[in-house]
């Protein structure tokens, strides 16, 4: 069975089959000969959906052309495709999405939905989005400067985690304990993680499905656990390899059994750890589209921090219910030498957001 893989998915495949680029492989040869623990490097990638005015058949190329043309030294090397399919590690990607909604008045038409994956980044705690956040800036700003763009509440803008790699020629990524950990967390704190976002972006507040981030905590697997913690977290540590545990977090919708191909909507959470079997990485899924650097770098920095966190907790704190503080930024606040909130920063960029949306509707 063929099995689709992003733009950015494919690079994650390039880093872990040894086949590292030399300039990659350079740099991450500087970064191993500073003796950095191997988990506390992290891939980081992004994928930005928005709507833009344009001809379908050439939007892809033009805008791929447009950030080419920038200087070298900002990072913007792109390309444009209409195949999902082809696979191009190590640069901007520019392709359609058909999830996204394009009737959106703020664009003159003809309108059509764009999404934008980023190469794989490298966040590591003495560097730690200096780089990545520099390039995420430059995109934003080339791509503003030429192009109108929108979004609404069909974008949204999603964010890769992969454990990062030690050396050229050893490729790591998260073991089964590892995504057990993140999962756990998760499910603990997924109401938490609600309330740094708009409702319509999958709050189980809202009442209603979003089918492209749908519930961990009410999928067919564990909603009947809701009265039941200690069972989800026997669940979940008794997985005994990762497709167990993804079939756990991410099964089949119910509503779509009877569809073809019903497996491809298995990554439509708001947390998707089927990523992970292909590319080494955990799929954040939840945050609204965006193309504001900041909302960017904040959600970003916020998940780094919540893999981070998680990583370091212990097994034996995590198999017992009760143990954990009843609150996300509690939990990270106790697990991170870094005091200022992250959770309090991420409420502040929400609501910042809101404001823009509410100035420009």
């Not at 190469?119 to 780089?131: G, M, Q």
């Not at 039941?228 to 119910?254: E, H, R, S, Y």
Request: charge should be neutral; include cysteine.
């Amino acid at each position: 069975m063929h099995v689709y893989a992003t733009p950015y998915e494919s690079a994650c495949m390039i880093f872990r089959s040894n086949k590292v680029p030399p300039i990659s492989a350079l740099f991450l040869t500087m970064v191993s000969s500073k003796s950095t623990d191997v988990k506390e490097l992290f891939t980081v990638g992004i994928e930005l959906e928005f709507v833009t005015s344009g001809d379908r058949k050439r939007i892809y190329d033009e805008i791929a052309g447009w950030l080419n043309s920038q200087p070298e030294e900002k990072g913007l090397q792109a390309i444009g495709v209409t195949d999902p399919a082809k696979q191009y590690p190590e640069k901007w990607v520019v392709k359609p999405d058909l999830s996204i909604e394009e009737s959106d008045n703020r664009v003159d038409p003809p309108r059509v939905g764009v999404e934008i994956v980023s190469p794989v980044f490298i966040d590591y705690p003495a560097n730690s989005d200096k780089e990545w956040k520099k390039r995420v800036g430059y995109l934003l700003d080339a791509v503003s400067e030429k192009y109108q763009i929108a979004v609404n509440k069909s974008t949204g803008f999603h964010a890769h985690i992969g454990l990062g790699i030690k050396s050229p020629k050893i490729g790591v990524e998260f073991t089964l304990i590892d995504l057990k950990k993140i999962a756990i967390l998760y499910w603990m704190y997924e109401a938490c993680f609600d309330a740094l976002h708009p409702y319509h972006r999958g709050s189980l507040m809202s009442g209603r499905i979003n089918i492209y981030i749908r519930s961990i905590r009410t999928n067919s697997e564990l909603l009947d656990y809701q009265d039941d913690p200690q069972g989800v977290l026997d669940m979940i540590w008794g997985a005994q390899t990762v497709q167990q545990l993804c079939d756990i977090m991410n099964p089949i919708p119910t509503d779509l059994i009877n569809i073809q191909r019903p497996e491809d909507h298995t990554r439509h959470y708001k947390v998707n750890f089927r990523s992970h079997p292909r590319t080494g990485t955990v799929e954040f899924r939840q945050h609204q589209g965006t193309m504001d650097k900041d909302a960017i770098c904040t959600w970003v920095r916020f998940v780094l921090e919540f893999v981070r966190c998680a990583l370091v907790t212990s097994e034996a704190k995590l198999k017992r219910w009760g143990v954990q503080p009843s609150t996300l930024e509690g939990f990270m606040l106790n697990n991170t030498s870094n005091k200022n909130s992250l959770y309090q920063s991420m409420i502040r960029s929400r609501d910042r957001l809101q404001r823009l949306q509410a100035q420009q509707s």
